[in-house]
């Protein structure tokens, strides 16, 4: 702890196993989801787009934060592809368990889904 009385927030990343590692406030959870794309065509581009959202709605989701940090190594939920990247497209995202958490979301459980959303256009447009 530090002198304010606050955990210090560790950086060892451990292995994740859903339904065996306790999770607790302070945790940042990180995975890299490889999402098939098929760009077809040598001249297209396509736009990767990636959403998600937790659910059920409950006091476990309403303290955590899941964003999608990075779609193929660029910050954010978008990507711009070409044909150069067909196949797998890697998808980061994270979820946060604040260090302001409280015991209302212990014994509850949520999912995480996303929605990838591709989109082709000519690459000259």
Known sequence: QNAAGVPVPQTAAVAYVPGATLVVPGDVLTKTVAV?????GLDNKATLVVTGAT???NALASQLTAVVTSVNGVAGSTASLTAADNGPVNVVFTVTIPWTADNT???LTTNFQATYTLTQVSAAS
């Open 55 to 57: 659910s059920p709605s």
């Open 105 to 107: 979301a212990k014994a």
């Open 36 to 40: 098939p794309v098929n760009i077809s």
